[in-house]
């Protein structure tokens, strides 16, 4: 299995392990829902070097992306970033990314790390003047994610740290090297710190040495995202899937032809959010119910941290159900009501 | 870790036997395996216990989970507090964390000693 530069210091954190895309991952330290709440109040730190980098360079760098994108990369402001997919000519959802723009003819491509490979063996042949790497192998990422995030970050950072969210600058903490995004997957302010491998074990211990900051494992990253209402690969997102049917017809905005725009259709699934009663959660892959007929199926499923009550996201086949219905669930064997309900769960300051 | 009194199931349940009286409870390996406990779906007093049959449910952020008994008997008290503290599960698992307690008669030969159970989760 892979592990990351930072798997030692996880080990020695005492943190726990599980299997992520092929990834020996931290799962928690301690308790996750302590590493969930410390990311709402304070800050959590998390590795997240199995994702990918792909970087695309030359005069069409961004003339290329947008024949492969759902929106339009060319548009990027240079040190801005958007959220985007790259869809098989199916128009299915190969992945979800974020594209950053770093200069006039290069853009960084942040894959999921499952996704990574078909991500790199998708871009890496075409007829445009630019060049495709694959440099996930040199770079760490480490999220900084929290309402503290940004005073902490401001500690240790060469200048000060002056980007809004969805946006990347070159930057030094303690004299390491480092690209800051301010992004995240937690619904939080914060950032993404992208490092050369050999800088990542010392930026890690920099900023875990804040008294604010709580190291986090996995199983926070999926509770914050899930009430954050992000979807994860996998679960709300695969090859069958297409943008309109996750919710997300919103992003694709790019006014051309792009890979599998030809094939975009009327979505014949919808995502949708449910909240319930009680403490017990609806997980994935537990049945939706209206009456006697089976309506869908959840796709993630916890009882929400910050909010105390049961909160998922599942897709159904009816595509007229909207916020303010009542669906069942079917809790093994128990079938429970849950509301339909607006995404995100969860949203900063609230 | 372990404590030397208890015995254990390979479920990962411990029993403290008390005269006719067993205490049940889930093992720290358990507790840390399963991350943080949220809900207790715990059998009621009065309800009969088998040897390695499902009693129950442990629900914690990321999973659900059986609860085997690891005793044949009757329940005769739930630890109620727990249903709305869970987490004293994982701070305490040998202690205040406990499930319930049965009246029994015997006890399994396979369950095992404190070394054996160590052992077994390594």
Partial sequence: ?350 | MYPETYKYSKEHEWVSVDGDIATVGITSYAADALGDVVFLDLPKVGDDTMYLKICGEIESTKSVSELYSPINGEVIEVNDAITTTPEVVNQDPHGEGWLFKVKFTELSSELMTAAEYQEMVG
């Avoid at chain 1, 105390?308 to 219905?325: D, H, N, R, S, V």
């Fill in chain 1, 1 to 350: 299995m892979n592990k990351t530069i930072l798997h030692g210091v996880h080990s020695e954190l005492g943190a726990s392990f599980t299997d992520f895309g092929g990834w020996d991952m931290p799962v928690r330290y301690g308790s996750d829902l302590a590493e969930h709440n410390a990311v709402r109040t304070s800050a959590g730190l998390f590795d997240i070097s199995h994702m990918g980098e792909i970087f695309i360079s030359g005069p069409e760098a961004g003339s290329y992306l947008d024949s492969k994108l759902i929106n339009a990369s060319s548009a990027i402001k240079i040190g801005k970033a958007k959220y985007s997919m790259l869809l098989n000519e199916s128009a299915g959802i190969i992945d979800d990314l974020i594209v950053y723009r770093l200069a006039e003819e290069k853009f960084l491509i942040v894959a999921n790390a499952s996704n990574k490979d078909a991500v790199f063996e998708d871009l890496k042949n075409h007829d445009f003047d630019c060049r495709v790497e694959d440099q996930s192998d040199q770079w760490s990422m480490i999220a900084l994610q929290g309402p503290k995030s940004n005073e902490v970050i401001n500690r240790h950072t060469k200048t000060e740290v002056g980007i809004g969210y969805y946006s990347i600058e070159e930057n030094q903490i303690e004299s390491n090297e480092v690209l800051i995004a301010r992004t995240g997957y937690t619904g939080e302010d914060g950032f993404e710190i992208y490092c050369q491998n050999d800088a990542a074990i010392a930026i890690w211990k920099i900023l875990v040495d804040a008294p604010e900051v709580t190291p986090c494992g996995l199983a926070a990253r999926d509770s914050l995202r899930l009430e954050a209402g992000m979807p994860l690969y996998g679960n709300e997102l695969d090859a069958e899937t297409q943008p309109a049917e996750a919710g997300l017809a919103k992003v694709v905005s790019n006014p051309g032809d792009f890979q599998g725009s030809k094939n975009l259709s009327s979505p014949t699934k919808k995502l949708i959010g449910l909240m319930g009663d009680g403490k017990r959660a609806a997980r994935a892959g537990y049945k939706l119910f209206q009456g006697d007929q089976e309506i869908g199926e959840i796709t993630s499923g916890i009882l929400s941290p910050t909010l105390a009550k049961p909160i998922a996201m599942a897709y159904t086949t009816e595509l007229t159900l909207e916020p303010g219905e009542k669906i069942m669930v079917d809790i093994r064997g128990n079938m429970q009501e849950f509301l339909v309900t607006a995404l995100p769960f969860y949203k900063r300051g609230s």
